[in-house]
């Protein structure tokens, strides 16, 4: 893909069958024009951290992608409403989740994006999937600041 870039996006779900919810988002996103899925990572099980609801069922991808972030992100959010995903209040339990976590080497920050992805250093649930897919992306020391949080492959 010319002009493409390596995005890193981070997926949750606690509401219905999240398992299979996350599952058909991997299929979902690797099935998006001028992307292509490069790795998932293994299903994790999650506490809700600053949430509530039963645990969260996570995975973290990586896709080759020539979609701009912002294209990108709004094509998430597309998936996100196809699985039933409201948001009636902050952090409430979700349906799907899909966070655009890294986009290359850039650095964003807007009203609608900001990559890489602000709370992602200080969850387990993005960086224990996240090192099994990526290790260079995440160091020890974040690994051991998150070791408290349960979380389980």
Request: no cysteine; charged share 15%; glycine share 6%.
């Amino acid at each position: 893909m010319r002009d493409s870039v390596v995005a890193t996006i981070g997926l949750g779900a606690n509401l219905g069958d999240a398992a299979a919810t996350v599952q058909v988002a991997i299929a979902s996103i690797g099935a998006l024009a001028q992307t292509q899925l490069l790795r998932a990572s293994s299903l994790y099980r999650s506490a809700p951290v600053d949430s509530s609801g039963p645990d969260y069922v996570n995975a973290v991808v990586q896709v080759r992608t020539a979609l701009s972030a912002p294209a990108l992100l709004a094509t998430l959010q597309t998936i996100e409403l196809a699985a039933g995903r409201e948001r009636p209040y902050r952090n409430a339990p979700r349906t799907l989740d899909l966070d655009l976590l890294l986009y290359g080497d850039a650095h964003i920050s807007s009203p609608a994006l900001t990559v890489p992805h602000p709370r992602m250093q200080q969850r387990a649930f993005v960086l224990l999937p996240l090192a099994e897919i990526a290790p260079q992306l995440v160091s020890a020391a974040a690994l051991h600041a998150v070791r408290g949080q349960r979380v389980q492959r």
